[in-house]
């Protein structure tokens, strides 16, 4: 299958050398090629450049861009889309005063949704899930990670495994799987913690290995729920199996998780609300990119992320929604782009670099996919006409996509 996309207004993030991830100063650059085409052979970019130049090209299928933008499909590295019903009645009670701890102390929170989910059967989690990976997919996500951690217990977290593998085979996209594997404290482990952390390390990491679906392993690093020493026990026996750190850090205080994951090799630190100078320090000439979630920050009223802080340390820095049923109930990656420019003071050029190259970079597949570079991946977003891509975030509350193309299908 051929497809050439022509009279494209401005064909966004082109790179004729492969980039897997922009820091610092050079995430306000964002190439752009003006009145441009762009040539797909099966799931391939082949060729792009100027409509002068656009000559030889026998393609199957033609799509006139005229007045549109093409720019890569949105790398969301963070979501936890599988999960089981909604939490509609807390966001009633933060709206009436409660905080997140509160709501967590009345068995609301994480244990919430773990209840409905282990509740809940294999085949109706799927078909919820799928639901909510097709809306993305429809507004312009074309790869997404997916966490487990709603489960809790080894049978359920397993059981969460095999639908986002179900959920793999199912969509073009490219799905991510991580293993949560410690998320918060069940109920009935409150008093022992000590043997919960025993019964993750010991019985939950060694049976989700086995199922080879993830290669990632992650832990909520935070005061109330894991501290340093339990992440530390949790890390080492997720790299026993080979399964690299993509860790929740400084969402609400600053234990060290930050300094931990670069020890371990995370390829992420996530969330970052709070930000220490030594946080910055042990960023700098690591390989873990750390991943910001305005979804979060806007939908709980917690601080955001300090962004500016982290670029103009050199550092890069990725978005993604925290797409989650409790503290970011949405998927929507232009109301991200478009909160990373108004709350985090991030540039267009910065915010579109975050979702797409460094998202991908903090899923591990930048290699392939997040840029418009020949021998990458055609994972696209055709946007309804526009002038300038400014206008994605400008237009918070409107939809850009007017077409989405996954591993050169047209969808």
Known sequence: MSLLITNIKQLIQVHDYNTTIIKGSDMKKLPVIENAYLYIENDTIIEFGDMSDCEGFDAETIIDATGKLVLPSWCDSHTHIVYAGDRTSEFVDRINGLSYA??????????????????????????????????????????????????????????????????????????????????????????????????????????????????????????????????????????????????????????GGIALGVKYNALSVDHIEELSDKDIEALKGSDTIPVA????????????????????????????????????????????????????????????????VNGAYAMGISNMYGSITRGK?????????????????YAFAHNPVEQVIINGQVL
Do not use: W
Not at 226 to 237: H, R, V
Not at 312 to 338: K, R
Not at 377 to 393: C, F, G, Q
């Open 377 to 393: 991946k055609a994972n696209l977003i055709i946007t309804r006409p526009m002038n300038h891509y400014s206008e994605i975030p």
């Open 102 to 255: 509160e709501i967590a102390k009345k068995g609301g929170g994480i244990l919430n949704s773990a209840k409905t989910l282990q509740n809940t059967s294999e085949d109706e989690l799927f078909e919820q899930s799928l639901k909510r990976l097709n809306e993305l997919i429809a507004m312009g996500t074309g790869a997404v990670e997916i966490k487990t951690g709603y489960g809790l217990t080894v049978e359920a977290e397993l059981k969460m495994l095999r639908v986002i593998k179900r959920l793999k085979q199912e969509s073009l996209a490219i799905i991510i799987p991580t293993l949560l594997a410690a998320h918060a404290i069940p109920e009935e482990f409150k008093t022992k913690k000590d043997a919960y952390i025993s019964y993750i390390t010991e019985d939950l990491i060694p049976k989700a290995a086995a199922l080879n679906i993830t290669n990632y392993v992650d832990v909520f690093c935070e005061e109330g729920y894991f501290s340093i020493k339990d992440t530390e026990a949790i890390l080492d026996a997720g790299k026993k199996f080979n399964l690299r750190p993509k860790i929740h850090v400084n969402q609400f205080t600053i234990l």
């Open 293 to 356: 979630l305005p979804g979060c920050s806007y939908f709980i009223s917690i601080p955001y992320t300090p962004a500016r802080r982290l670029i103009d340390a050199g550092l890069p820095l990725a978005i993604a929604t925290d797409y989650n049923p409790g503290t970011a109930p949405s998927g929507n990656m232009n109301f991200v782009v478009s909160a990373a420019c108004v709350k985090l003071k991030l540039t267009p050029e910065e915010a579109i670099n975050a979702a797409t």
